[in-house]
């Protein structure tokens, strides 16, 4: 992993993604780049008017003093930072620039406040997890020690599925991670056998890995009510630091960045996400 991407509104729970990113980067040798959009709208950037001008100099002149204050912090010493200012707040330039910059991680709180704290939060991280070709780690609590060396991953083995699965592959392999891939079984329509499952399990890692199954992949059948149960239940049951996901960004994301996945497994539900768009 060589570079980070932080969207930042200069809020403590930017502040809670930077140093997860900060913690990332020094483990892994790794640089920093750091997102902050100014908001403005395509008419307020493109006027020539000498008024709307040095407006637009002056946000640009206050997000470089607020950008000084926020990234002057001990634990950010010795860490190649580099600072991207956008104009608009879209969603989807956070994709754009984590492709420009050739990053291999997106790292962001799961609140905020003004600003970009209204991306960060409900529906509009799920737009961010869902839009961004690379992968984004969800951090919704702070910890004493902030560490993922245990990861379970739950994913549903569809062959349709596989580029996603790649990806996710490839970045534990790169943060060398202890993976418990799961396949949550459910009752209902989606039910199916043990032998069903294993099949179905099986053909999909050969397929995936042209019959070249890689030795350390733990894979576990597990059966609950729901995915989201089954991944906390199993993730408190192996003392996971973090919970991965492949998504799509429709129903059940939000379970997972909200924490509302039932009252038995509330407790857990501050673990970091880390997802991968389908």
């Known amino acids: ?22 913690t990332l980067a020094k483990k892994y040798n790794a640089e920093i780049a750091v997102l902050h959009m100014l908001g403005l709208s395509e008419t307020e950037v493109t006027k020539n008017e000498t008024q709307e001008f040095l407006e637009m100099e002056h946000y640009m002149i206050l997000a ?5 204050m926020f990234l002057n912090r001990p634990w950010l010493k010795e860490i ?37 704290g209204e991306i960060l939060v409900g529906s509009h991280t799920e737009k961010v997890v869902r839009s961004s070709e690379v992968p984004v780690l969800v951090i919704k609590k702070r910890t004493k020690t902030f560490k993922i060396e245990k990861i379970v991953f739950g994913f549903d083995f569809r062959i349709e599925n596989i580029a996603a699965y790649q990806r996710a592959v490839k ?17 209902g329509i989606n039910f199916t056998t043990t032998s069903q499952t294993k ?10 890995h042209h019959g070249d199954l890689p030795e350390n992949l733990q894979i576990m059948q597990i ?5 989201e149960k089954g991944i ?24 997972f960045l909200k924490g509302s996945v039932g009252m038995d497994v509330a407790n857990h539900s501050s673990l970091p996400v880390l997802t991968f768009k389908i």
């Open 223 to 227: 059966s609950d009510y729901s995915v």
């Open 80 to 116: 190649k930072i580099t600072r991207i200012v956008q104009n608009y707040k879209i969603f989807s330039e956070i994709n754009n620039v984590a492709k420009e910059q050739d990053v291999d991680l997106i790292v962001m709180g799961s609140e905020g406040t003004d600003g970009l």
């Open 64 to 68: 470089k003093k607020r950008f000084d």
């Open 199 to 208: 099949s179905k399990i099986d053909n999909f890692l050969r397929v995936a």
């Open 232 to 255: 906390y239940a199993y993730a408190k049951e192996i003392k996971a630091d973090a919970i991965a996901i492949a998504t799509h960004g429709r129903i059940g994301l939000a379970h």
């Open 1 to 22: 992993m060589k570079k980070i991407l932080v969207p930042i509104d200069f809020s403590e729970y930017a502040e809670l993604a930077l140093e997860v990113a900060a």
């Open 171 to 187: 970045l534990f392999k790169a943060m060398e991670l202890d993976v418990h891939m799961i396949y949550v079984n459910q009752p």
